[in-house]
């Protein structure tokens, strides 16, 4: 990430590196090209079978745990490509930089990213399940969810995902308390506030 500026307090350096970093997210995030609802729905389920299909290639050729873990993040990489690389360019990094960050430092760093970690640590457990099938909507669910329930204090989700994401909560920054039922999150909301 960009540096802060040298004569900044250790307390202010570590603002401005965060700082930086969600500006570049948000910027990488923010996109204006528009996509018809049945183009949006057919790349979901492409992106959906070709998870499923990786799950059960995986299974079958018996990979072992830590290399799941790897195409689960190679995955995510692809995925967010052009994300990762317009947020590189925004915070400084060169080439070289973005290279060694990937190789070395992207595994440790999702864990303290509140919605990517999530999204990796959802995205692997369910690459770990090839009896679970995916579905186009697993896309939207993965991604609105994680970020919800990263960033959230309460978030109220389908069965499925709701499981994965306590699931993968120990690998997590702390987040929102998560549940099936509207009641359990009103529950919730009045021990919040007394």
């Not at 307090?9 to 997210?25: K, L, S």
């Not at 699931?167 to 999150?185: D, H, I, M, Q």
């Amino acid at each position: 990430f960009r540096s802060a500026p040298e004569d900044f307090p250790p307390d202010w350096q570590q603002w401005f590196q965060a700082v930086t970093a969600i500006n570049a997210t948000v910027a990488s995030i923010i996109e204006d090209e528009k996509i018809s609802k049945a183009e949006g729905n057919a790349m979901a389920d492409q992106w959906a079978r070709l998870h499923h299909e990786l799950a059960l290639y995986m299974r079958e050729q018996g990979t072992p745990k830590e290399q799941v873990r790897a195409n689960a993040r190679a995955r995510l990489i692809a995925d967010m490509s052009e994300e990762i690389l317009a947020a590189a360019i925004e915070v400084g990094l060169d080439r070289e930089q973005l290279t060694s960050w990937l190789e070395n430092q992207l595994e440790q760093d999702f864990v303290r990213m509140p919605y990517l970690g999530r999204h990796h640590e959802v995205i692997h457990q369910r690459l770990s399940n090839a009896d679970d099938h995916w579905e186009g909507n697993d896309l939207t669910d993965i991604n609105y969810l994680a970020c919800a329930a990263g960033y959230a204090d309460v978030v109220v989700g389908e069965k499925k995902i709701s499981e994965y994401l306590k699931r993968v909560s120990p690998r997590v920054t702390e987040g929102a308390f998560v549940c099936r039922k509207l009641p359990a999150a009103v529950e919730h909301l009045r021990e919040l506030v007394g």
